[in-house]
């Protein structure tokens, strides 16, 4: 590992899933490929030690390593930035916190008895049962103190980790890792290693009717029985009609409880929840207690302690957290100024979704749809401010040859420490698993031997960075994406391609035929499916030929999600190179829309690049002055994708749904092959507009998530979306 650490919680590496014999296996199938008595297992290589090792260090000298992508690893990651994930983990295509008998009570149909979590979590995965687990109610906290039953997003496995027993003065007890968060008495979160015995807490006082303790049901607020929606209904005691009518009858649903101790537990299984907004909490074993993070900052509240913190001292401490404050307190300020905006726009679109009131004398009660909806909307756009050092968690599943891949050039630009810390984890966990690798194992090139680190010659002239940008930018002409290079016989090649396949000469189909036959959704109805099935037909795989290239700008945040394409590959820069010293960032549609949102917005970027300037100044490392980079940075790159990954990627971006700024690169990069390419351009389109030709029905494919616009019957010129 390396010495110098970040100041922030370490990132936690878990393996959750792997081969059981990943390094036998790779020798049983080289040998496979010459043996002459059919397949060789693991367990035989096993009993031949001296051939295995042998043959093992002579395919990997030789460059031989396609034995070692049979194999797979999946690790449960948290604690690691935006920033990481961006430059390394997704950057290339070759990738694919509770205790397990915690108590999550449940809500669900006047239910009383409790489901463990590792229940929750297997039942998700149950296709029988699995339905539950979305219907079923658990309890949150609301702002005001008061239980409310709140829905279950997703239940996550974290993985085996180390675990600490917590009991309080009233007796609850629950075994949660240290980075768990637990609620105030004031309503704040600490995680568990920021508390310590005598600290208050606040937990579940279950309500009582004066009498005795009584089961805890759903009752309307707006006192209508027939009102049965889970946004009309609040937690009392078994007999709702009494507590109705005599609400000073019922005690508050948390109280105050001080921790007694914290011991260690040993090492366990451990889960999480993820719950909808805006509670994002739940009731764990008595405890109230923060959900899990969502992987996507799209939909979900950032806190401000889930941050990356480099190793900095002093003054560059000082700076970089206050840095970190003004951009999380502008976020959450930003959402407020957005929301209304949002929800014009909203109410405009799904004018039936609007308050309503249950009758004459009551307030009007908001539609289930647009609570869940307005405040995820005002959350992603509010967080292109956010730092790139804003802390994220995932899965990530590799082939064992893209481990050792990660370990040889884990030091490269522009998170070397974060980075070599995440991989040497890994690299660590798969050894535990299988120590055999060791002998293959060769250790990571340092910095300056890496290719960036050689060329690039540090921050340089500014000069001559803004001038890059005035030239990059003013090639766009004003386009999100422009295609800056395709082959001139795109058309032709995929005809032939198709004629080729179907073994019939030119005579026979021409070329408009051939195209149609593979592209338009009417012929091609695997274009309807939805799982993506093209890359599996021989027809379909026609598409590979034509080949398109794209000059892009888009914010990190953006192209975070872009990079998720794999088979759209691009060139991404050095996130160092974008330490200039004028601010560079995209500005959302949606903050346009508001002037004090927008004004905000400004000053937090023109705070963002003063901060970083000062830094600079103080001899902050480029690697360390980049995690202040917000999510709008405008990263400036090339993209080329042949017609078949980039007819997917369009289909799914050029959705109402998708992200605001790949939804704008898609639509300029269809508008341009239909006017280079208009035989192919002509089927481009919208996932409803192909499903409908496919006669596929529905044809939005977004149930519940349905934009409110009929896009089917729109040319993709006329595409026209800010929400």
Known sequence: MTAVAFRSAPPQVTL?????????????????????????????????????????????????????????????ITNVSRQFIWTFLHSHPFYNCIAGETEIPSLHNNETTSWTIKALYEAQHD??????????????????????????????????????????????????????????????????????????????ATPRYKGGARRLEPHPVDGDLLHSDADNARLLCSLPHKAARSPDSTTMPVTVDSIA?????????????VMAGPHHN????????????????????????????????????????????????????????????VESLYFEIFPSRAPRAPRPDAPPVPHPMAKRWIPKKAQEVARYVLPVATFAYLYHTISILTLLRYYRICQQPDAPLETRSVVQAMIDQLLAFDPLFETILEQPLPLEATLEARFWAGPGDTAHQAAFVREFDAALEGRTSKLVSWKPDNEALLAQAVRE???????????????????????????????????????????????????????????????????????RPLLYAYLGDEPDYI?????????????????????????????RALGTTPEYCAYLLPNAVAVRFTESADLLSLHHKLKMRLCYNAQEEIFAASKDEALQIQRVNPTIGRYLGAPCTLRRAAGARPYCPEGDRFCGVPVWKLAIAEYERIL
């Open 127 to 204: 296709p029988v049962r699995r339905r539950y687990v979305k219907i079923r109610r658990v309890p949150s906290v609301d702002d005001g103190g008061n239980l409310v039953p709140n829905q279950i997003e997703r239940v996550v496995f974290t993985g085996m980790k180390t675990v600490y027993r917590v009991t309080t003065g009233l007796g609850h007890v629950i075994r949660a890792t240290q980075d768990h968060r637990f609620m105030r008495e004031d309503g704040s979160w600490a995680r568990l290693h920021e508390l310590e015995p005598g600290d208050n807490i606040l937990v579940n």
């Open 16 to 76: 959750v899933n792997c081969f059981a014999r990943p390094f036998e296996n790779a020798i049983a199938t080289a040998r496979t490929c010459y043996s002459a008595n059919g397949i060789i297992t693991p367990e035989q290589v096993a009993t031949a030690p001296e051939l295995r090792d042998r043959i093992a260090a002579s395919t990997y000298e030789a460059g031989h390593h396609t034995t070692l992508q049979h194999a797979h690893a999946q690790f449960a």
């Open 501 to 571: 396949v179907l073994g019939v000469p030119r005579t026979a189909l021409a070329d408009e035929q051939a195209i149609a036959l593979v592209l338009d959704p009417a012929s091609n109805s695997y274009f309807g499916e939805a799982l993506n099935v093209t890359s599996m037909s021989k027809l379909s795989r026609t598409m590979v030929h034509p080949q398109y290239t794209f000059r892009k700008k888009l914010s990190h945040t953006a192209d975070s999600q872009d990079q998720r394409h794999r088979m759209t590959p691009g060139s």
């Open 261 to 273: 101790a914290i011991e260690h537990d040993g090492e366990t299984d451990t889960y999480d929840l």
């Open 587 to 615: 500005t959302p549609a949606l903050v346009r829309l508001s002037q004090p949102a927008l004004r905000l917005y400004d000053e937090t970027m023109t705070r963002t690049w003063e901060a970083i300037r000062r830094l």
């Open 282 to 341: 739940f009731v764990a074993n008595g405890f109230v207690v923060h959900n899990s993070e969502q992987v996507s900052q799209r939909y979900v509240r950032v806190h401000p302690d889930a941050m990356a913190v480099p190793p900095l001292e002093a003054e560059a401490l000082a700076i970089y957290e206050r840095t970190l404050t003004q951009q999380t307190e502008t976020y959450q300020r930003l959402i407020e100024l957005l929301t209304p905006a």
